[in-house]
């Protein structure tokens, strides 16, 4: 049983993190600030006398006592990390000097939840974990991708200078149950719209292509990277390799929900990145990770939880 904080525990992802530590055993101190987080997405957990909940953001320093981090704090989609893009930057930047400082001071394994923004609008593809990126550092987007790119850089500066036991993962479009309904994410934006029988957007020609991984695969990566030996940085892509155009996601996701949703097309945001697909072979060979849930299933079960959590 170890003493586990995860920030950003109150989010999407976070939420199923802390539920799947819990499960384990381990004692969990979640830190949010609720920007994009809710308590609803915890509140099951309450009752469990392992799992503690604490109001912090993280662009202030934390003094607790834990030996693993789990550092997930950051607004995810578009919408919300261009709503404050100064305080995104410094959520990524601030918040990875916070807990790195954190786990230098406690001798605490740290794992960064990172992105495949990092990439940028990428000219290799698919792309491999040696891949440098093509990010716009001007750009609309630049406050999240940037910003995340520097929390990478922080993490293995402290890694290579205070031999820090870092863990750094760049997770690919993910979707599930407690995804931001109105977050702009695509699988969340069709399956609400089509649920509320409006216009699906499809920015662009829809051809763009994007591959999603469902949460309940991702979380086993993520734990499966933390239990890795000290000296196993990363990064490591986890992301599901199925790739799907936008057409084929709305033409599912109508199909599932039984909707006569029409299709809008609207033009492609600024940055816009045209494909995005992992390569998981170090993900493979290292964690023995690969995600095992089909499309069609994850979007059942995240259907399910909207048209629970919209009425
Ligand atoms: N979902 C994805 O597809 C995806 C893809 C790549 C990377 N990620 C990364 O995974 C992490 C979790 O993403 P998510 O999809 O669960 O998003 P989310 O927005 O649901 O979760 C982020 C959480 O961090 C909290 N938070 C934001 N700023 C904070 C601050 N300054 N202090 C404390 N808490 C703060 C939010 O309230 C929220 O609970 C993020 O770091 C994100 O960048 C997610």
Known sequence: MKKILVTGGAGFIGSHLCERLLAAGHDVLCVDNYFTGTKKNIQHLFSNPMFELMRHDVTFPLYVEVSRIFNLACPASPVHYQFDPVQTTKTSVHGAINMLGLAKRVKARILQASTSEV????????????????????GIRS?????????????????????????????????????????????????????????????????????????DDLVEG????????????????????????????????LTLVGSKSKLAFHPLPQDDPRQRKPVISLAKSKLDWEPKVALEDGLKETIAYFRKALT
């Not at 990439?119 to 001007?138: A, L, S």
């Not at 479009?173 to 994410?185: E, I, Q, V």
């Not at 969340?188 to 719209?193: A, G, L, T, Y």
């Open 119 to 138: 990439y940028g609008d990428p000219e290799v593809h698919p792309q491999p974990e040696e891949y440098w990126g093509r990010v716009n550092p001007i």
């Open 222 to 253: 993520m734990l499966r990277m933390m239990d890795t030996e000290t000296g196993f940085t990363g990064p490591i892509n986890l992301g599901n390799p199925g790739e799907f155009t936008m057409l084929q996601l709305a033409e599912q996701v």
């Open 143 to 215: 406050c999240y991708d940037e910003g995340k790119r520097c929390a990478e850089t922080l993490f293995f500066d402290y890694y290579r200078q205070h031999n820090t036991d870092i863990k750094v993962i760049r997770i690919f479009n993910t979707y599930g149950p407690r995804m931001h309904p109105n977050d702009g994410r695509v699988v969340s934006n069709f399956i609400v719209q089509a649920l509320r029988g409006e216009d699906i957007t499809i920015y662009g020609s829809g051809s763009q292509t994007r591959s999603f991984c469902y949460v």
